[in-house]
């Protein structure tokens, strides 16, 4: 089977119910996706498919319609996509488990919507869980990424 | 090892109950104490490099720093990174961070300190030699374990000092190179710089400083004086990795030839196996082996989904539990403890007459009562337990993220029957613990499995829904509280708190030890209050030991703090007095009144009844000793309750990260109230009914309040604050929602009594 991840194409032989956060984890070693619940409960797992966030656990890789994009391909730490600028600003990450789903989301909130009110970040990246409870600089977070991204 | 043996069967019991430290501690001398361990940077040394402590190594390619405690998402590393970064003048992102290889050299050192037998807020010289005095079992029995909010108090000064052991050192050898005295040098940026302007580069002096004795008498410098430590920007080491998906977490790495497993094990710990569908995991795809562990059965495969649905299929029965079937007959048994002489574990609180007191009040029919509940809980951090293992003919290594390297290598030795001292544990970074990393199930299964493939690195991991039935929980507990007020003013407090044994459940899991005494857990955040009540008491009742259980985060005072501070503030109500000013006048210490009086300025306090369907709480704990009080606004809508706004106020004594410490205190507000409003484990067939998110959600962003966050520094202890700002959180939310509603509730999760937006 073939796909594209952060803009390099791999051939996975793996069967095509097998969900992309293991064929992304363990068949091609991409570990900024993480594995948090398998349920579709966390939201760790998020990744891109085509530009926008999906549970990386629940989609079956043979129904995979689109480029992967992974949180190693939406910048790196030498070139920071905007939202993960913001992040470093407000020191969010505690543990840092949940938030490359955590980025991944909010990227895929501003692409859809440029300039969300508290209703709209709140409804969004509700679906993201952090034990750690870092909740408060994710929201400030958010609002300073959607600056960067107005301001670009 | 005769001398350490025993110092260890006296400490371990002080370690967790708290006798006398002091009787315990004058039978090693001070001679072992003060020895010093060895280095054990020196024995692994590269050409041209020097290990000038062991937290600092220095080579001709670049500067390694050690920070042995764990980071479980608290700031650990970073803030070890800059405490010797301080002192040694370097840029800390310019460093490598490790934690290097777990080792005697890096004892906890504080860990134990407040297992002392008194309350925080004692400040007296008995009690402080008391606490200084843990220190030496610390480091006699090898103790390097992360928790108890001890890394900052008790490497506070050794990795200060180590950064300024280090540049001395580094700056003789530059004076005997270049023949200037050392008082002349000056260090910047990771180098040496002579008088003249000359700069040479500490890498470039590594070999110089190995071959010199290390300058030992540093003076630290004063806090004025300091460029990273205290500074608001001062940014975490690890925030660009974590925010850009390059953090490598235990569950993250990838050792070239690694097969990938999961297991299942009886969720009634510790019940048997009974049977297993081993020829249906087996013909699934990518499946290599099915291999039995402790209590359950694992099965290797080519990737970690294939053994998560082979686990399925397997289709396991298991055996009873040892200990009550379900939830009812848990309630029963801690219900039965409570209040009865057969049960009393221990009384630290006693103050007054309160018996007369209450005697008193009931022939004046005013004796005020109340019991409550807290639930079994599961730590349930986001990263699910994971090791992987290699065992060779002669040596185990183990990567995975603990919070105690050297127990998981005495238990993987045990279980390998390879010499400890071929035992490696590579620490990793933990996608959270909350205290759940201070177990190790997963590793000695880990253990297991890699004996089944020799010479191959097993990578197990487990599944959330294995993760969730298979945590040790926090105890559940109940209380039973009695009062009297008088005259607008609390006069009587008596509590009795009935739980399970905490301490001596995870002591045995790890050592195998049976611990004997009293367990301090069972009050602790009730008795050591600081507050003076004419007539007091708290006491503990110990029911049987039932589900096996561990530490949560604020371990005994994420109930007590609960227990005693809803009770308190039943009390006031009862006397009519104003929540916030009754706590105020009944404080016996200054730093925890000057913490109550911030956080009602902080909050703007004028009462706990704001109007219109709003409600205000304020709530107090002492814990690991930071005073934490907090106010929390609630509003009665229609949907439910509705938490508006959290304000915390805590004292640390000095503040080394300021914007971390906020991040950690409302962290700690926000586990609190996750769990105080929606998450349990309840128990059918001896296992947990929750299995997965689903079911133990805690707070999502949408139920989160604004928070306001102030830290003080008048404590004369500098202290840790991965803790403390749970305990508040739960009682700030109750007695806020009694001042809305009306309604008190004394049994988490609250969602059972009321409905939350
Ligand atoms: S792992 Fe996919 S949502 Fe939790
Ligand atoms: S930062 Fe730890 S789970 Fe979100």
Known sequence: MKLTVDGTSYEADVPADMPLLWVLRDELGITGPKYGCGIAQCGACTVHVNGLAVRSCQLPVGSLNGDVTTIQGLGSPEAMHAVQEAWVEHQVAQCGYCQSGQIMQAASLLTLNSDPDDEQINTVMSGNLCRCGTYPRIRAAVKTAALKLNRA | ?757
Not at chain 2, 146 to 175: H, W
Not at chain 2, 211 to 238: F, N
Not at chain 2, 521 to 536: C, K, N
């Open chain 2, 1 to 757: 090892m005769g001398v350490l043996k025993t110092a260890g069967t006296i400490t371990r019991r002080t370690f967790l109950i708290g006798s006398a430290a002091i009787a315990g501690g004058v039978a090693f001398g001070t001679y072992l104490a003060k020895k010093p361990i060895d280095n054990p940077l020196l024995d692994d040394l590269e050409e041209g490099e020097a290990g000038i402590t062991p937290f600092v190594k220095i080579g001709p390619n670049g500067i390694t720093l050690i920070t042995p405690r764990a980071d479980k998402g608290q700031g650990a590393y970073s803030m070890q990174a800059n405490l010797i970064a301080e002192e040694l003048d370097i840029d800390p992102a310019t460093a490598t961070i490790t934690p290097g290889m777990p080792g005697p050299a890096y004892y906890n050192g504080a860990v134990m300190s407040e297992g002392v037998p008194f309350p925080a807020y004692d400040e007296s010289k008995l009690a402080e030699t008391a606490r200084n005095f843990m220190a030496v079992p610390a480091k006699l029995l090898q103790i390097q374990m992360t928790g108890g909010s001890s890394t900052v108090p008790d490497l506070f000064d050794r990795l200060r000092s180590a950064g300024a052991v280090a540049r001395e050192t580094l700056k003789e050898a530059a004076a005997r190179q270049y023949g200037i005295p050392r008082a002349e040098l000056r260090t910047e940026d990771g180098q040496v710089i002579l008088p003249d302007g000359t700069t040479i580069n500490y890498t470039a002096l590594a070999a110089a400083a190995a071959a010199i004795e290390p300058v030992t008498d540093v003076t630290l410098r004063d806090p004025s004086a300091w460029t990273r430590l205290g500074k608001r920007d001062l940014p975490r080491t690890d925030m660009v990795a974590k925010c850009t998906g390059t953090e490598v977490y235990g569950i993250d790495v990838q050792i070239d030839d690694m097969v990938y497993a999961s297991v299942c094990a009886n969720p009634g710990i510790g019940g048997d196996v009974l049977g297993y569908d081993e020829a249906a995991a087996l013909s699934m795809r990518g499946v290599q082996q099915v291999v039995p562990v402790k209590h359950g059965v694992g099965v290797i495969a080519s990737n970690t989904w294939y053994a998560f649905e082979a686990i399925k299929a397997l289709n396991c029965q298991w055996g009873p539990g040892p200990y009550p079937k379900n939830s009812a007959a848990i309630w029963e048994a801690l219900d039965a403890a409570v209040d009865n002489e057969d049960h009393y574990d221990h009384r630290q609180r006693n103050e007054g007459d309160i018996e007369g007191a209450l005697a008193d009040a009931q022939t004046e029919g005013g004796v005020l009562e109340a019991s409550y509940r807290v639930p079994y809980l599961a730590h349930a951090p986001m990263e699910p337990m994971n090791a992987i293992v290699r065992i060779n003919d002669d040596s185990v290594e183990i990567w995975t993220g603990t919070q105690i390297p050297l127990f998981v290598r005495d238990k993987a030795a045990q279980i390998s029957g390879v010499d400890r001292s071929r035992v490696l544990v590579y620490a990793q970074p933990m996608g959270g613990s909350f205290g759940h990393k201070l177990e190790m199930t997963h590793v000695e299964q880990a253990v297991e499995l890699a004996l089944a493939v020799k010479g191959t690195p097993v990578k197990m991991t487990w599944s959330r829904e294995e993760d969730m039935t298979h945590d040790y929980p926090r105890p559940a507990g109940v209380a039973r509280a009695r009062g009297t007020v008088d005259n607008g003013q609390v006069t009587g407090f008596d509590l009795s708190v009935g739980q399970s044994a905490m301490a001596p459940s995870w002591f045995g899991r790890l050592t195998g030890m049976t611990v004997p005494g009293p367990d301090a857990t069972i009050t602790t955040g009730s008795w050591d209050q600081p507050f003076a009540i004419p007539h007091y008491r708290v006491t503990g009742y110990r029911a049987p030991d039932m589900v096996p259980v561990s530490s949560w985060r604020s371990v005994g005072a994420s109930g007590n703090g609960f227990f005693h501070d809803t009770w308190l503030d039943e009390l006031i109500h009862a006397a009519g007095a104003d929540p916030l000013e009754e706590r105020i006048r009944l404080c016996s210490h200054d730093t925890s009144r000057k913490v109550l009086e911030a956080v009602g300025a902080l909050a703007d306090w004028s009462g706990p009844s704001v109007g219109d369907g709003r409600g205000r709480g304020v709530a107090f704990c002492l814990s690991f000793g930071v005073p934490t009080a907090q106010i929390i606004d609630v509003t009665h809508t229609g949907d439910g309750i509705r938490v508006d706004k959290a304000f915390i106020v805590a004292d640390v004594g000095t503040v080394l990260d300021p914007t971390n410490i906020e991040a950690q205190l409302f962290g700690g507000l926000i586990y609190g109230l996750s769990h105080a409003i929606n998450s349990e484990l309840t128990y059918e067939n001896y296992a947990p009914q929750q299995t997965n998110y689903h079911a133990y959600e805690g707070l999502r962003l949408y139920q989160t309040p604004d928070v306001t966050v102030k830290v003080l520094e008048n404590g004369h202890r500098i202290r840790g604050i991965g803790e403390p700002g749970l305990p508040p959180a739960a009682p700030a939310l109750g007695n806020a929602i009694f001042a809305a509603t009306g309604q008190r509730i004394r049994e988490m999760p609250f969602y059972k009594h009321i409905d939350f937006i």
